[in-house]
């Protein structure tokens, strides 16, 4: 290929706007091997985000911008997937091989995050990536109730000292739930929860995953600060609705994760809307535009907004969640574009520092 033609190939690729984030693509993609033969042109374009749902529409769009260059009369265009690595936890057996680990994290309770949290997994399994999913909540693990693993299922052995995470609609998921039964409370202590996360987090043995998914604990306490201290983790996402009082404990959750150098990816609005199944009249039952404006107040992104819907109550309540059950759905379609814009996020951040921050707690 002459250096003529590969500076009109980088200017077309540079001045592509990426269908999912509105940015240019070379933002979040690179570009792999090129060659033109007889009017051929070969493209391979890497992807640094999740988006099988819109490899074909991209594909198609790529393609007539490059039949424009000249001297090429046809182009083929490949498409792959390749997560960036962030912070990857190479000093912990177990968490080796995954190169990304995303809290899902909220202020207070009854937001919806694990709900958010599993369906976000499964949305990033089905834009082609390999997910995990870690229920962090010690006391009040519903993770392995939301992906409908029975009572029976418990995690097997691997070389006598890991546990393999157990597989539910195509995620490797690990629980507290997997090891007590539904009548075990966890009367423990702060310092007793911690521990037993720190045991679930050394002693699972993580397969290659492109992200794997925390769902955190509401609040801002033990379990929170033993995670972002013990585990490199790679960006945070917060789950709020419109409400004021969640919007406040929601700002708490932010500033946690800036104290202990977390980056915050962006945040998610659920039960932004309740639309009548009647006569489709749309109600912000909780307020309107919570979501927005304090990912303007902290300069982070509004990954999606979610409706106030019985699909994914009852999905998550079955055992079947809503991607999984209804994935041509609003609601499933609103995962799916909040799986792919945090899959963006984390790739316009690169390769990130892989040390642990040093947590300081002052009055301010």
Known sequence: MSTALRAQLDAKLASFTDLTTGEPLLTTATLGETRLSDGQL???????????????????????????????????????????????????????????IVAVASGKGGVGKSTV??????????????????????YGPSQQLMLGVGPEQRPQQVQQ??????????????????????????????????????????????????????????????????????????????VT??????????????????KV?????????????????????????FGEGGGARIARQYEAPLLGALPLALSIREGADTGRPVVVSDPQGDAAQAFLQIARAMGAALARRGQAPSAFPEIQISDD
């Not at 949290?117 to 010690?138: C, H, S, Y």
């Not at 004021?244 to 994760?257: H, P, Q, S």
């Not at 915050?264 to 932004?272: F, K, Q, R, S, T």
């Open 161 to 238: 000292k890991y546990f393999a995470p157990v597989m539910a609609h195509g995620v490797a998921s690990m629980s507290m739930g997997y090891l007590v039964t539904e009548q075990t409370p966890m009367v423990w202590r702060g310092p007793m929860a911690s521990g037993a996360l720190l045991q679930i987090l050394t002693q699972t043995w993580w397969d290659e995953l492109d992200y794997l998914i925390i769902d955190m604990p509401p609040g801002t306490g033990d379990i929170q600060l033993t995670l972002t201290q013990k585990v490199p983790v790679a960006g945070a996402i917060i």
């Open 117 to 138: 949290a599993v369906n976000l997994a499964l949305a990033l399994v089905a834009e082609g990536a390999r997910v995990g999913l870690l229920d962090a909540d010690i």
């Open 241 to 258: 609705t419109p409400q004021d009082i969640a919007l406040a404990d929601a700002r708490k959750g932010i500033e946690m994760f800036r």
């Open 42 to 100: 070969s493209v391979e374009l890497i992807l640094g985000y999740p988006a099988l749902s819109q490899r074909e529409t991209l594909r198609a769009a790529l393609a007539d911008q490059l039949k424009t260059l000249e001297g090429v009369r046809d182009v083929q265009l490949k498409l792959r997937f390749e997560a960036p690595v962030n912070r990857v936890a190479r000093d912990m057996a177990g968490l080796a091989k995954v190169r990304n």
């Open 261 to 285: 150098d977390v980056p915050v990816l962006g945040m998610v609005e659920n039960m932004a809307v309740h639309v009548c199944s009647q006569c489709g009249h749309r109600e912000h039952i």
